[in-house]
């Protein structure tokens, strides 16, 4: 369970800084004027966009990323309360008490 909490925590890191990555660069594109040459790398090659594409790009990313962390936060509370309930059933083991029924 911790490691698979050590991976949850590792993907949201990356996911959170791909998010932060992608709302800057639409920070950025902001003050470009629409008639302004705008780039975005495709693979290992850069291409020419218009503006309006290379923002929606970005804003689909945006909430792609977004739904990926929401996912991972709820997988991540789910093993916690699993960790959690596993734990009060060996200290009650321990103490030897009637460990609590899992839901």
């Known amino acids: 369970m911790q490691q698979q909490m050590q991976t949850f925590s590792s993907q949201r890191g ?3 800084l791909a998010t932060q990555e992608a709302k800057r660069a639409l920070e950025e594109l902001s003050d470009v ?3 302004r040459a705008v780039f975005i790398t495709v693979g290992t ?3 020419q966009k218009p503006k309006e594409y ?3 790009q970005l804003n689909e990313r945006v909430e ?3 739904i990926r962390i929401r996912s991972i936060e709820k997988q991540e509370k789910m093993i916690q309360e ?3 309930t596993l734990q009060a059933q060996v200290k009650a083991a321990i103490e ?5 029924i899992a839901e």
């Open 64 to 66: 792609t990323l977004e």
């Open 54 to 56: 290379v923002e929606a």
């Open 96 to 100: 030897g008490r009637t460990p609590p």
């Open 45 to 47: 090659v850069m291409m």
């Open 82 to 84: 699993k960790f959690e």
């Open 14 to 16: 990356q996911y959170d």
């Open 33 to 35: 004027p629409e008639d």
